[in-house]
């Protein structure tokens, strides 16, 4: 029970496929009480329904769209109202317009480029901002990277740009954020089949070409980045910030 005692909010789960619901079911596992966020009314009912599969029953069940600003200061209040204080934020949400994840990154547009970033990554400093006042004296924030934010992956296009922007944002959040007790990290996940993954055109072959090459031989399981984010919120990784970490069944170490 190593989340006993620890209330933590993750945005957003879509459905059953979501990593953010992965990590809710290995956090529920381990003892912690959640707050869990959804993204509008399409997302709402399934989210609730998913809940009542959960040991614990949610703390609060929360809208959370980040393109509204005030949305996210509302949250403040919920959580204060639901939680008093939490000692974990994950973050585990992204959105680049699909046609942008189709052609070469050369003709991404503007509008494409800012959307992406304010979604995938202004939200992680937005979010974080908005809820240091309900973090308690030792708490953690995760969020979910790729290793396309560091090598090129085809057709991941402006999302490996957000990505590379996410992790460095990371390193400055557990900066600021440090003597505050707050501690921040990034997970970097293998590929999972999930509804914004099959937005990258070919995904499926990156998938393959996973399996192939991966030390493991294999693809990484939802439950494997959930585990990672629970050691990331527990007490046992007490002295890890700003760090990215690997859950992709050992992809990123080879050359070819
Ligand atoms: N699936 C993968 O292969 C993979 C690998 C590494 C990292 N990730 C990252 O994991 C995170 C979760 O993605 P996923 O694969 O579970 O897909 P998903 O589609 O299940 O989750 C994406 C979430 O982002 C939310 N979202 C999109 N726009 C939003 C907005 N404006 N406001 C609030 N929420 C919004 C969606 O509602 C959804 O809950 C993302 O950051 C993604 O980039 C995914």
Known sequence: ???????????????????????????????????????????????????????????????CDVAYPEQIEELQESLKDKADTIHGLVHSLAFAPREALQHAYLFTEREQFLTALEISVYSLVALARALTPVFSSQASISTLTYYGSEKVMPNYNVMGVAKAALEASVRYLAH?????????????????????????????????????????????????????????????????????????????????
């Open 176 to 256: 600021d954020l440090g003597t505050a007790g707050v501690r921040v990290n990034a997970i970097s996940a293998g590929p999972i089949n999930t509804v914004s993954a099959r937005g990258v055109s070919g995904f499926l072959d990156i998938l393959k070409v996973h399996e192939q090459r991966a030390p493991l031989g294999r693809t990484v399981e939802g439950r494997e980045v959930g585990d990672t984010a629970v050691f990331l919120a527990s007490d046992l990784a007490s002295g890890i910030t700003g760090e990215v970490i690997y859950v992709d069944t050992g992809y990123n170490i080879m050359g070819f």
């Open 1 to 63: 029970m190593l989340l006993q005692g620890k209330r933590i909010a993750i945005f957003n789960v879509a459905n059953k496929r979501s990593i953010a619901w992965s990590i809710a079911k290995s956090m529920d596992a381990q003892g912690a009480s959640l707050i869990l966020g959804y993204q509008n009314e399409r997302n709402k009912g399934t989210v609730e329904g998913l809940a009542e599969e959960l040991v614990h029953e949610p703390l609060a069940i929360l809208p």
